[in-house]
């Protein structure tokens, strides 16, 4: 699903069930498809010790919790999405606040969930107050050295999905997220670079290895672009 909620049943009780159904169901069908839920990433009422990290109190009212929901049978990965500048519009908060989420969904997908975890959306709205070109790259670059930090390690760290790519001509259907290559240069290159350092990293992976596994030879020391 694409960010399921049920905001009736605080309690996650109601969506648990549902997600518990639905895996079990289409594993069924398709034992070797990977089944995800799509969730935003939000913690509930059985994580109390981890709802600090929500971007706000109203969010632990949605009826979902992330490690609750992915622990069900037949879940293959986890997600959750990073949408900051709807909740913190202040720059400096935005850059800590999505180190912090990531890091904290990293940490619980390695550590509760024995999981990869995929960052299903992330983006920056050219609405927002004080933006510009700089302000999304920088958004970008963060989003991207934190995921890198974890996969270079062997980490939880699976991926990240970028809101959104748009080919030139299309701009009538701009949510304001939109990026189009040929004309975002600074954007392009990030986004290329990110996408050339996890095919390195890949590249030291035996066609055997399983989620989890080190690389075959650690590049603890490697520094890559962005660092510089």
Known sequence: MNKPRCASDPSGDKLQAWIEEMAVYVKRIDPKHLVG?????????????????????????????????????????????????????????????????????????????????????????????????????????????????????????????????????TGYMDDRYAIVLSKSPSTSDIITRHSNTIMFFNSFCSWKCYWGCKKKHPLETFVYHDDL
Request: glycine letters at 12%.
């Open 37 to 169: 839920i799509g969730l935003e990433g939000f913690y509930g009422p059985l994580t109390p010790d981890r709802v600090h990290f929500n971007p706000n109190t109203n969010v632990q009212q949605v009826g979902t919790d992330f490690i609750r929901n992915h622990q069900v049978l037949g879940v293959d990965f986890a997600s959750a999405h990073i949408y900051a500048d709807r909740f913190r519009k202040q720059f400096l908060m935005l850059i800590r606040f999505v180190k912090a989420w990531m890091q904290s969904h990293i940490e619980d997908a390695e550590n509760a969930l024995g999981m990869p975890v995929l960052f299903g959306k992330f983006g920056v709205s050219s609405k927002d107050p004080g933006y510009n070109t700089s302000f999304r790259d920088t958004l970008f670059s963060t989003v991207y050295k934190t995921l890198l930090n974890s996969t270079k390690k062997g980490g939880s760290g699976g991926g990240c999905l970028l809101w959104q790519l748009f080919p030139e001509g």
